[in-house]
């Protein structure tokens, strides 16, 4: 069974920076990303990385953010920076391989003004 383990998130005032973390039970998915839902919202892509490095972001954390893996490819970054109110939200870790689609149970990020 695949797990996928989110941890980092927290309070932090506008401005601040938090990187989050998932710890994934397997390492040969074929893309990794960070998916987000703040309340009353539908979740959101934030960020994604395939297996051959390529990384994209959703404009709204394009320059702030910074997604990243490990060498072993089992754990999964989110680099946050020069966080806004906005950016408070249940943050979520994906992937998917050649059986199916994963998620974390997800963590929070609030962002004070």
């Known amino acids: 069974q695949v797990q996928l383990v989110e941890s980092g998130g927290g309070s932090v005032q506008r401005g601040g920076s938090l990187r989050l973390t998932c710890i994934a039970s397997?390492?040969?998915?074929?893309?990794m990303a960070w998916y987000r839902r703040a309340p009353g919202t539908q979740r959101e892509f934030v960020a994604s990385?395939?297996?051959?490095?390529?990384?994209g972001y959703s404009d709204s954390v394009k320059g702030r953010f910074n997604i990243s893996r490990n060498s072993a490819k089992d754990t999964l970054f989110l680099q946050m920076n020069r966080l806004t109110p906005d950016d408070t939200a249940t943050y979520y870790c994906?992937?998917?391989?050649?059986?199916?689609?994963?998620w974390g149970p997800g963590i929070q990020v609030n962002v004070s003004s």
């Open positions: 994906h992937a998917i391989d050649l059986a199916g689609v994963y």
């Open positions: 397997k390492n040969d998915f074929h893309v």
């Open positions: 990385i395939t297996n051959a490095g390529r990384s």
